[in-house]
């Protein structure tokens, strides 16, 4: 088990609504990276957070947000929902410190829209 | 490369056996790579990584190789169990880019 927390574990939500998930990261981490997982597929990157600043994006639309807070916890908020966007939200905790770092991944946030 | 697709290639072997799982990556700039681990219903479990400048990492009943030449990527489990089972994807970082690229993922099941 890594030390990364997301919340909540499961929720549904209706086409057009807005959605806010959570993390809290791993302890000594401080960058938070957010993927979509569909089902059956690999996780897709949809965008980081370093320094309470948005570093790094994916093919995401701008409908796709998050924030960083001084703690190193992160939202990922998605507005205006559609069927697509059912799936596995996964957020991942780094130390951004050296050329490359492990990633560790949380337990995710299953949103299903319906 | 990126997942496509809901069909996950399956490995199935016997208990106690060997296992090899392959990925073929994408980008020829990238310069690390992970292998994770994920059972149903979880997120994806750090396995091994391995950076460009080396061919072979091993760890415990694990070792990972990688072919630049061919882009190629594989993760060798040693004596499989069942708690072995799982899907396994490998992931890329490009040169310079915050995130992680995965591949397709294979799924790994044992047989008694």
């Known amino acids: 088990e890594t030390g990364v927390t997301q919340s909540p574990t499961h929720l549904i939500k209706t086409r057009g609504q807005q959605v806010t998930l959570r993390c809290s990261s791993q302890?000594?981490?401080?960058?938070v990276s957010w993927y979509q997982q569909a089902l059956g597929q690999g996780p897709q990157f949809i965008f980081q957070?370093?320094?309470?600043?948005?570093?790094g994006r994916g093919n995401f639309p701008p409908r796709f947000s998050g924030l960083q807070f001084p703690n190193y916890s992160s939202e990922l908020n998605v507005n205006a929902l559609e069927l697509d966007d059912s799936a596995l939200y996964l957020c991942?905790?780094?130390?951004?410190?050296?050329?490359?770092?492990?990633?560790?991944f949380g337990p995710g946030t299953r949103l299903t829209v319906t | 490369g990126e997942s496509v697709g809901l069909h996950l290639p399956t490995l199935s072997v016997q208990e106690g056996d060997n296992s090899i799982i392959n990925c073929a990556y994408s980008?020829?700039?990238?310069?690390?790579f992970i292998w994770y681990k994920q059972e149903s219903g979880k997120g994806p479990q750090f396995i091994i990584d391995?950076?460009?400048?080396?061919d072979k990492r091993q760890g415990q009943r694990v070792t990972v190789l990688l072919n630049k030449t061919v882009k190629h990527l594989s993760l060798q489990i040693a004596a499989t169990q069942p708690g072995d089972s799982a899907v396994y994807f490998c992931?890329?970082?490009?040169?310079?880019?915050?995130?992680?690229?995965f591949g397709q993922g294979t799924r790994l099941t044992i047989n008694p």
């Open positions: 991942a905790s780094s130390f951004s410190g050296g050329a490359h770092y492990e990633q560790y």
């Open positions: 302890s000594g981490h401080n960058t």
């Open positions: 957070y370093y320094r309470e600043e948005e570093n």
């Open positions: 980008n020829s700039a990238s310069d690390y």
């Open positions: 391995i950076r460009s400048n080396m």
């Open positions: 992931a890329e970082e490009p040169q310079g880019a915050q995130k992680l690229v």
